[in-house]
């Protein structure tokens, strides 16, 4: 069965633990227009099986929290703010598609605008913007995700994090921080391939964060040059910095490469490290 919300429906969704749509397998919920009435925390739909498509269109949704049960699928083609949970997929067979006139807006602490877990999948092609502190464009544990579209992220936040043995980003697409923010991060096993040339970081910012010696990122042999106040990698754990990044360039007062412990491993020895001059 299929169920359409279109510019004549509201939807208000109060209190806690509260829920919006539910839909099983074979149903199909479609937004095509309408008012959405929601709280930070509260789930808009919850899809077990069952798909849902924010078409594009003139939506009025506060807090678009979806989240995407075994075997269903999401697609967004229109402009959504969500809140903390933002997009989540769960389980093997889930699917979440920001599609390339899909554009994902939040300002809460804490939020997360897509996050994979458990064998689920995530493709952004369109656009995340995220203004709140301590926020994560895109987060996958154990389960994986692509980017070929633009993720802008606040302070005090992470554009990418790759969490757990299976965890796996690839990104093509654009990036931009706030200060005190991280590029990408690969932590417990987690692994990300960079493929959007070189990297860049501004002024107090920080390149990239690889925890445990299992976690990799891969450079694609691009060179690495950060701003003022900033670092280019940092390595706890164990991590590993391999040959695929080339040559660091650090801004003034900043740091190439940080290492928490003595079992931090940085190959090749071969790589050069540009100071500046009050570095």
């Given amino acids: 069965s299929t169920f359409t919300l279109d510019n004549t ?34 789930i808009f739909a919850y ?3 069952g798909n849902m498509t924010f078409a594009s269109g003139n ?17 967004n083609q229109s402009t959504i703010t969500t809140g903390k949970t933002g997009l989540q997929a769960k389980n093997t067979g889930s699917t979440i598609l920001n599609d390339t006139t899909g554009v994902i ?10 996050t994979a877990v458990d064998g689920a999948k995530l493709d952004n092609k369109g656009e995340i913007n995220l203004t709140g502190e301590k926020a994560i464009g ?9 980017s070929s579209g633009k993720v802008n992220v606040g302070d005090k936040s992470i554009a990418y994090y790759a969490d757990g043995t299976g965890g796996e980003l690839t990104i093509t697409g654009e990036t931009t921080l706030g200060k005190n923010s991280t ?9 990300i391939n960079y493929q959007s040339g070189a990297v860049t970081v501004g002024d107090e910012q920080y390149g990239a964060l690889i925890k445990g010696s299992a976690s990799a990122i891969d ?19 164990g991590g590993q910095l391999d040959s695929t990044l080339g040559d660091i360039n650090t801004g003034e007062s900043s740091i190439g490469i940080y290492t928490t412990d003595g079992t931090n491993l940085v ?9 500046s001059e009050n570095a």
């Fill in 9 to 42: 429906g509201e939807v208000v969704i109060g209190g806690t633990n509260n829920l919006g749509f539910y839909v099983e397998s074979g149903g199909t919920l479609n937004i095509s227009g309408g008012k959405v009435s929601n709280t930070e925390d509260g």
């Fill in 47 to 49: 899809l077990e099986g």
């Fill in 219 to 237: 450079f694609g042999g691009n060179d690495l040059t950060t701003g003022t106040k900033s670092i280019g990698v940092i390595l706890q754990n």
């Fill in 138 to 146: 895109m987060y996958v544990d154990k389960a994986t995700g692509e």
């Fill in 105 to 114: 807006n939040s300002g809460a602490v804490n939020a997360a605008a897509m």
């Fill in 59 to 75: 939506n009025d949704i506060d807090y678009a929290n979806v989240i995407v049960g075994s075997g269903g699928s999401l697609v």
């Fill in 267 to 275: 190959s090749p020895s071969s790589r050069t490290i540009n100071l």
């Fill in 183 to 191: 590029l990408l991060a690969a932590v417990d096993g987690g692994k």
